[in-house]
Nanobody, 127 residues
Framework: QVQLEESGGGLVQAGGSTRLSCAASRSVFMITLGWYRQAPGKQRESVAT???????NYAASVQGRFTISRDDGKNTVDLQMNSLKPEDTAVYYC??????????????????????WGKGTLVTVSS
């Protein structure tokens, strides 16, 4: 069973920085990792993703302010959040997905095509 556990977050002033970290219970080799967020009354949205080769993609709203990174040796993915704005307030979720195999195949305990989520960590940005 793959488990993801986030840490970090909390209350931050606008313009400040914070760092989120997520630890996976299984190897993240060949796994696409990402961070999503859900603000009150809104749908969950992608913030940043990073593939197994280290290529990163960002939502337009965080481009240039957030940086996603991964450490396959530690099975972690981090999100450095700078120049925070009140609209960044949300519950942030760690995500993992194995995208390379046929559906229902497994790799290091991950089912291909299945979404794995952490429980989320709250980031509140005060103005």
């Amino acid at each position: 069973q793959v488990q993801l556990e986030e840490s970090g977050g909390g209350l931050v002033q606008a313009g400040g920085s914070t760092r989120l970290s997520c630890a996976a219970s299984r190897s993240v080799f060949m796994i696409t990792l990402g961070w999503y967020r859900q603000a009150p009354g809104k749908q969950r949205e992608s913030v940043a993703t990073i593939d197994s080769g280290g290529a990163a993609n960002y939502a337009a709203s965080v481009q240039g302010r957030f940086t996603i990174s991964r450490d396959d040796g530690k099975n972690t993915v981090d999100l450095q959040m700078n120049s925070l704005k009140p609209e960044d307030t949300a519950v942030y979720y760690c995500h993992a997905r194995y995208t390379y195999g046929p559906t229902a195949s497994t790799f290091n305990g991950y089912y291909a095509g299945m979404d794995y989520w952490g429980k989320g960590t709250l980031v509140t940005v005060s103005s």
